[in-house]
């Protein structure tokens, strides 16, 4: 059964960090791209932030790089989501994905996709 399970999510004072965690089953992780969604109320789910299988190339929107970092452990099927500087902006609800596709930035380049995680940022 294909299942990716997302944590770490609460809340956190504007500069604060939090560290989520995704972790996949064997068929949602092995050789597959794993990514970072998120969706604030009202808007669309946007790209955040991406990982190549060996994790040598990583990808970031712009509105998080530097604050944000993404990274994986094979070896434990998961990904992580650090998460530093957090702003009133970034709260939203957090999904991992995983996949394949192009391009990295796009939803429908993702064929996996966990429950989220509730991220909130207080002023």
């Known amino acids: 059964q294909v299942q990716l399970v997302e944590s770490g999510g609460g809340l956190v004072q504007a500069g604060g960090s939090l560290r989520l965690s995704c972790a996949a089953s064997g068929r949602a992780f092995s050789n597959n791209r794993m990514g970072w969604f998120r969706q604030a109320p009202g808007k669309e789910r946007e790209f955040v932030a991406a990982?190549?299988?060996?994790?040598?190339?990583?990808y970031y929107a712009d509105s998080v790089k530097g604050r944000f970092t993404i990274s994986r452990d094979n070896a434990k099927n998961t990904v992580y989501l650090q998460m530093n500087s957090l702003k009133p902006d970034d709260t939203a609800i957090f999904y991992c994905?995983?996949?394949?596709?192009?391009?990295?930035?796009?939803?429908?380049?993702?064929?996996?996709w966990g429950q989220g995680t509730q991220v909130t940022v207080s002023s």
């Open positions: 994905a995983s996949g394949r596709g192009l391009p990295i930035t796009v939803a429908t380049a993702y064929d996996y």
């Open positions: 990982i190549s299988w060996s994790g040598k190339s990583t």
